[in-house]
């Protein structure tokens, strides 16, 4: 059983930067396409950034250009760079597989990211 546990959130104000990384355990991780999503209060869950195991990687077009993710399978940690950010980015962010059936890892905590002046 796959444990994803988030970390790297926090307080930033408008057009600063946060990274954020995502741990998992045990190895079958690396074999999947990896994705960080984000919820808001009221708002559905969205993909913004995946990365399959070769490297090529996916945006959401809200984030294109100012978010980068990243991955290192040795050490089964996926991480989000995360430039330029908007109020609109306020968000939990989490990682997980990316499973067109919605067949995901058990969701971690999540990390929160506020971007507020």
């Known amino acids: 059983q796959v444990q994803l546990v988030e970390s790297g959130g926090g307080l930033v104000q408008p057009g600063g930067s946060l990274r954020l990384s995502c741990a998992a355990s045990g190895s079958i991780a690396r074999l999947n396409a990896m994705g960080w999503y984000r919820q808001a209060p009221g708002k559905q869950r969205e993909l913004v950034a995946s990365?399959?195991?070769?490297?090529?990687?996916n945006y959401a077009d809200s984030v294109k250009g100012r978010f980068t993710i990243s991955r290192d399978n040795t050490k089964n940690t996926v991480v989000l760079h995360m430039n330029s950010l908007k109020p609109e980015d306020t968000a939990g962010y989490y990682c997980n597989k990316v499973d067109v059936l919605g067949r995901y890892f058990n969701w971690g905590q999540g990390t929160q990211v506020t971007v507020s002046s």
């Open positions: 990365i399959t195991p070769g490297g090529n990687t």
